[in-house]
Nanobody
Framework: QVHMVESGGGLVQPGGSLRLSCAVSGSIFSLNLMAWHRQAPGKRRDLVASITSGGSTNYADSVKGRFAISRDSDKNMVYLQMNDLKPEDTGVYSC??????????WGQGTQVTVSS
């Protein structure tokens, strides 16, 4: 089985920063994609950022220039550095990974609340 543990969420004021972490362990084989998704209150879950095994990154337009996704392949870790946070960034952030056999896995999510 695959285990995924997310951490780093919390309550911050607008303009603040947070760093989310996702640790992946278990029978994952090789990962070819790691990503963060966000589900804002009352909205569907959307992609925030992703990174491939080759290092290519992709960001939602709303977070470009403020967020940065990174990975530690040796430790099966993925991070999301979140700067200049805005109220509209509020939501549940979930870690997502996909292995080379096209099997995907989701973390339970961590709450990020941006409010003054």
């Amino acid at each position: 089985q695959v285990h995924m543990v997310e951490s780093g969420g919390g309550l911050v004021q607008p303009g603040g920063s947070l760093r989310l972490s996702c640790a992946v362990s278990g029978s994952i084989f090789s990962l070819n994609l790691m990503a963060w998704h966000r589900q804002a209150p009352g909205k569907r879950r959307d992609l925030v950022a992703s990174i491939t095994s080759g290092g290519s990154t992709n960001y939602a337009d709303s977070v470009k220039g403020r967020f940065a996704i990174s990975r530690d392949s040796d430790k099966n870790m993925v991070y999301l550095q979140m700067n200049d946070l805005k109220p509209e960034d509020t939501g549940v952030y979930s870690c997502y990974v996909r292995n080379t056999l096209d099997r995907d896995y989701w973390g339970q999510g961590t709450q990020v609340t941006v409010s003054s």
